[in-house]
Structure formats: structure tokens, C-alpha cells
């Protein structure tokens, strides 16, 4: 059978887009107050707590969920597995507007927004974040080129601009069939960097927090961090994938794909099953089981994340029934993506100890909003993408 | 008649530097305190290493007594101090008074120079000058000698300040140049101008009894009854 | 997907030189940290709490005057650290200790930028903007920060503080060294210009670690037997010698590894000359390539 994807031809204003407008609304009311009265003014940040919601949720977990992204690209154009591209595209998607994202929120926790061109110019190769920030950029650059096809796609034979404009259009149509036929030659070449830029920069998010050894709580602090980002990457990529598969098929009421789910869990239980022997194989082996269970809210937020964020829907998914299930996946999937969340918001806020000052740290309205907007502006552009470029696997009309 | 204004003009030229010379009168003990505080006496390099019984034994064999102190006070304003910071009044020390209480030269004069020709009590000006002398690491500088030596024996004793203001007048800038008020200010002006620079001690002001204070004190029975009010309820310029 | 073997073969040939190249020049982490620079001595049992380090530090710096300047009564009330107004701060510790008439002896200790012999900082800073120069001062370069603060994230010592009220050109601020006064020939940072006591002991590092040794030696029961910041996170360019327990005056516990240590062998023994990157672009090329062969075969196999 011969996958196709195409545009949605779906009703587009739902109750669902209207409450993502309210948070959109809400998000820029926050961000124009940052840019007026300083971050100061909207976070609950101070020089004891320099990094809180808008790094460790907006940076580190936009990145770690786009991990779709490569994952989905390796499996079916590294290692052949061309039975899945019809996931390819969505989780792309996904990517594409994931690390947008983490840019957008990265513009809002920097200080002086207007610089972040600099690194590019000032190069400190002992800093991990330098790195991080040169793959992200590169990264975005190469998911833009990967996404270019199908924009070129869509439009191929059919520009059309609007009023004087329309002079143009052979001009544009040209450069669309010239650049798809670049591109579409060179096109390996962005998959496979796309799929080691990630790994280089998924491992290094986790070496950011080694910089600082007295002040990340041992349950966390590891030399292995930046080993088990780059697993727990690998592990989230695929349920990634059936959350916002299910997520979709479910909202355009399309077809639920689990021919091709299924096998993406079996998948999962092994990249799981091996985050999570390194996981609390690192723990035995450095001894921290002793903090477990001191009952502080840290140690309480690691057994959470550990036990319903990996150990959980790990064994669940050892059972094919769940597998199988619609349902089944869509929890277990939710919960490995939660796991991957706590770890993140762990790694750099709840683990997080200033040595000298109480530092205790709950994200203000104002961050909260910013990261709520963020979240929404991005699920509402997937739905407009969705809806005028051919990203979905389009229903048969007869499907659902 | 122009000779005689000329004349009167030079009598009064002449006259003028005798009246206001006149007009101060300066302690002559003062001016010669500060006379001696201007001098810089040369580094001494090398001290004799004594232990501390040894010697208050040598300056009682050389029959160093409080009776050998003359003079009262000195004023510790030394230009080697004063070259580095200028924040403070110079410190009035009654030698002669700590002399007479301590009894015991060593307390102060706890090294002497080598030269066995030097003084048995030389000054102190003398082995401690500039702090960080890279030849010299661990003497510190006179600023400092002082204030350990004052500070520490004070501190061990229990009496004798170890503030900043018990032992130093604030050199207070010239508020001549400061206060900036029109002719015949009314007292609202001179207060908000007050307030200008000391707002926090304004502050602290308001927080006292000579603000909060509002009726007769046990203290005042028997002397004014009759103020009934504090400041803060009845004051005019209660900014 | 046009994969030629050609352009294949190129890329593995690359990957396998560079691999080759790294190997020869792998070598282990050496501390970057200045010959012959500077340092200062902060001797606890002599400060006596003037707070006149604050002040010359705001006047030296253009800093705005210290909370309550003129007057030593309530400030030591709370405990305060450095902020974006105050790049060196004085507060005062009851320790337990007594002095000649059983009353509390308050310890008074000076906190600012330690200048680490290998700032976690300057490791950190992703565009360079804090550098460790020849006289041991830990440098903001203002026009190079982007203002992403993971400096702060990374101090051991807790120290940069951030103009969080400035939207569009915040500075990261933190005691500076004087590094404009002290580079000149005989300059001296101004809190130690005005220290009454000498407190602060300013000199070359070497110099300075021995007068901190010397006292420890010289006054015996008088100091505890220890210059805090000798080997603290490999070393610092200000050190603390004291009487009561650093932990007590609130100098943490650290251990002498450098911070930056262990992030940079991972960075550098992962990353240089990009050797595992391009090796990874070569494996998976690998297997892209036997993998499409392999499909391409099976398709026509199964096509015809």
C-alpha cells in the first residue's frame, strides 16, 4: 500500500484553537512585560536561581521531545525501514516547530535577546553550552532543508500569488523545482546530520549541569549525564511520536495507525529498557540509593520520575495486549514523555541547590504564562501546517 | 585730599593681615602635635626579635618610666596615612594617660630597632609605614598597626571604643559648598534640604522616642508635665 | 536520496583520518589557570567589620553608595551577599566563640569574587565574555555577553549577580579585582587600599599564600590550620585565613577539583576536531548506504 501524504481538509476553528488563542494571548501579554520591565519583573528569578522554567522546560524538554524527530529519520531513511515514513513527516513537523520553539524561548530567557547572533562569533569551545547553541542553530537550519520538499511539494505547478505579485510566479515555481531537485540529491546527507547533531547536542544538554558538581543534587549529578540525556532522547522519540499520532488521528479523527504504533513500542521497550539500566545502574554503582528516601521534595521527584516516568510504562509495554491497544500505548507513551519532562525540570530546577542562599523557586505567573503561550502558538501552527501542507497520512475519506 | 585717602588705604593694607591673624587663636600644643605628625622619620629595616618579657625587662633596665613621658598627646595624622585615604580626623592619643594606665611600655613599643645607638622607644612611625612593602611582607602598614594595636588591646581589656567615631572625628565635608538654600528659607526648605543627603538617618529618626514619644514620660514626672505631645503627632514639618 | 558510492567512500575516508589525527593528540586536562598572577589574603581574625571595603568598592567601581554607609547598628542584621548594586558585601557571624568577658565574639567576613584559578565561569561562558587574564582577575567583557547567565549557573561560589530589571542590555555583575588599577605597575584593588586593619593582604598569589601560611605557623591556637582557597576547586585568587570554622562564615565546603574539570575532558575527549561526530556521519552513512542496497536489491527482486 502506497502512503500518501496530503493536506487536511478539516474544519480549522474549534473550540480547542479558541483556548489555544487564550494562552497565546496571555503568553505575549508576558512577554511584552519582559521586554519592558526586565526578566526581574515577570520571573521569580534571582542570582541564587538563575535558571528556572524557561530553561528547563521551553531549552531543555522542547528539546528532548523533538527527539521524534532524528529518531523517526533514522529508522526509516538510516536504516531502511521505509514501512514508517509515514511518521516521518509529522514527527518532522514536530522537530521543526519543537526547536523553532526552543530558539523563541531562548530569545525571551536571555538577557540581552538582541546578541544571540554573538556565539557565532565568539567561540569558547571549553563551554558546553557553546556547543549546544552551534548544533541547535546548525540542527534548526538542517530541519528547515528537510521540511523545504514539502513545502515544494505543495506548491510545485500551483504558485499562485496575490494581486502584483503574481509576476513572480514563475519565478518562485522555478526555484521550487530547482531547490527540490537539490535538495532531494544532497537530501541524505541532511538526514544523517541531522541525526548526529542531535546526538552531539542531546548528550551535551545533559554535560551543561557537570560544569556545576556542588550544586546539582548526587542523585542526578553524574559523570554518565550527558549519556542518559542522549538515551532518555532515544527513548522519548518514538513515544513522541504515538502521543502526538494518537493526539492527531484522534482530533481529525483519522486512521490510528497502529500497524505502525505497535512495532514503534516494541522498539521503545528496548531504548527505554536501556535508559533504564543505565539509570539506576549509575545509581547503584555511585551509591545514591542511600538519598531515596530521605523524603525531601528532591528525592520524592526522582522516585516519581524514575519509578512512573520509566520502571512504569517500561513494564507495561513488556505486555502485548497494551501494545496492541490504543489506549494502552497512548498512556504508556504519556508516561515516558512525563518521565522525560520530570527529568528535565529535575536536572535543572528541583535538583538544582544554591550552596549559600535559600533559593527555593516556584515559576511566576509570568513564566508560567510565557511557557503556556509558547506551547499553545506552537500546537496552533502545527495545526495550520497540517491543514494547507501534506504532513498527515490523509484519510481515505472513508476511514474514520 | 587724594594723599590722605592713599594713606588710610595703605594703613588699612597694612593693618589688615594683624586683624584677621588676630581673629584665630590656635592651641599651641595642637599646632605643635601636628607638627610632629607631619614628620616622617626614616624605615627602620631591621628590629631586634625579642620575646615580649624580655622585653619589658629592657626597658626597665634602661629605667623607662611613665615619669620619662612628656609629652601629653600626639596627633597620629601622618602622612604616610594620609597619602592612602582621607575619611577620618586624625586620632587625638593621650600618650601619657595610656602610659600611666598601662604601665608597662612593652604593651605599645613591643619591638626595638637593631641600631643599639636608635631610641629604646622609638616611634611607631618608624618600623611600620607603607602596607605591602614586597621586601617587607608581613609589616604591616601604619594605618593598620594602629588600628590592630588600639583595637585588640581595647577589645581585651573591655574598655576603650572600637568603633570608627569613638576615637575619630568624621572629616565632615564642608557643608558650606553642600547646602544649597535661598535667602531666608523657611523651615520646610532647611528640612526637605536635610533630607536631601541624610534620608536615612531620617529614617531611623522617626523610629526613635524623640518622634514616637507622645506624653509624659516616667522620667519627666515631676519636671514638664505639660508636654503632652511628641514630635510626630504635632510637628510642623513632619515631611 | 542519491547516495553514490563515490561521494560515500569520501566521506568514510575523512572520518577515518580524523580519527587517526585524533588519537595521536588526545591528552589530559591541564589547569589554565596564569603564572606569577595575583591574589589577595582575607584574614578573618582582623576584620572588624568597618564595612569601608564596601564603600571604596563603590566609589572605585562607580557603584551605587552601600545600604547605610556611615552607620554599622542594624546592617549586620540580616545576611547579605552581592548583588547587581554591590560587588563585595561584609556581614557578620556569631560563632559561638567568647571573647575575655564571656560575651558572643562576632567574625566578620568579606565576601566577593574569588577569582578561581579555573573559573567554573570562564569555562562556562559560551561566548567568552569572562576570561582568566595574566593578573589572576576573572574579566567581564560586557559587548561580548549575551546575558544567558549559565556563569551563574556555574560559580561554585555563588558570586555573579544579575541586573534582572534591565530588559534590554542587563550586565552580569561581580567584583571586578580593580583589574584596571591592579594591572598598572603598584596598583592595589580599592577595598584593600582602605582596609584600616589590613585585613586584606594584596600581593602576588605565591607571595601571598606564604604570608597566610606564615601567620598560620607564627600564631599558634590562633587560626584554624587552613587557607581556604589554597586548593578549593583547584585553587583561588582571593584566600581566607580565620579563627573560627570556614563552613561558620558561610565559605562552603569544596572539593579541590576544579569545577570546569570534568565537563571540558568530556567536551574536548568527545569533540575535538569533531573526530566522533564525523565518525558517527560515517557509520550511519555506512549503513544507510547497505541498507538502501539492500532494499533496492529485495524491490527489484521482488519487483519484476
Redesign the interface.
Known sequence: MEHKARPLNKKFWTPGVMVMLVFMAAGAVSIIA????????V?N????R??GLWVGVDVATGVALAAGGFTTA?LA????R?NYESITRPALLTAVLGYTFVVLGLLV????????W??MF??????????V?MCVMVYLTVLYIEFFPIVAEQFKDRVNLPGILSVFNNLVDSILKRGDAFV?????IF???G???S??HQS?LG?????????LHPLWYT?ML?LLFLTSAFAVGYPMVVFETTLATSSFKLDGEMNILTPLTRITVFLLGMYMFLKIGDMIYRGTYIYLLQGTYQTNSFIVEVLFGVMVPWVLLLFKRIRQSRTGIFIAASMIIGGVILNRINVFIVG?K????ESGYFPAPGEIFVTLGLIATLMFIYRCVVTCLPVLQAPEEVSS | MIKKIIFFMGVFLFLMPGLSAAEVWKAPDQEKAKERAREVVPFVKEYKDDCLINRRTCLVDAGISIKDVTTVYFVLGSPVIKKREDHYEPVRFAHKRHAALTNDCSVCHHFRPKDENALETTRCSACHQDSFNPDYPERIGLKAAYHQQCMQCHQNQGKGPVDCKGCHLQNVPDHKELVKLPDGADPFQVTAECLRCHDTQADDMLTTAHWLWKGPSPYTTGHRKDIMHGKGTTALNNF | MKLTRRTFFKFMGAAGSTVVGRASSANAWESKAPPDSYGCLVDLSRCVGCRKCEEACSTVNGLPAPERANCQCTIFEKKRRPDDTAYTVVNRYFTGKLDTFDKPLPTFAKVQCMHCQDAACVSACIVGALTKDETGAVHYDVSKCIGCRYCMVACPFEIPAYEYDDPITPRVMKCTFCYDRIKKEGGIPGCVTICPTEALTFGKRETVLKIAHDRLRENPGKYIQHVYGEKEVGGTSWMYISAVPFEKVNLPVLPETPSPKLSETIQHSLFSYLWSPIALFGVLGAVMFTSKKHTDHSNRKGGD
Open positions: 519582559r521586554f519592558t520591565g526586565g526578566i526581574g519583573y520571573t528569578l534571582s542570582d541564587a538563575p535558571w533514522a531513511h538510516i536504516f531502511g521505509h530567557d536571555i538577557g540581552r535577546s538582541w546578541a544571540i554573538k556565539p565568539n567561540w569558547n569551545t571549553n563551554s558546553v553550552l557553546f556547543e547553541a532531494g540529491k544532497i537530501m541524505w538526514i544523517i546530520l541525526v548526529v547533531l546526538c552531539m551535551s554535560s551543561l549541569m557537570l560544569v556545576a558538581p556542588t550544586k559523570p550527558p538544582y544554591s550552596p549559600l542562599s
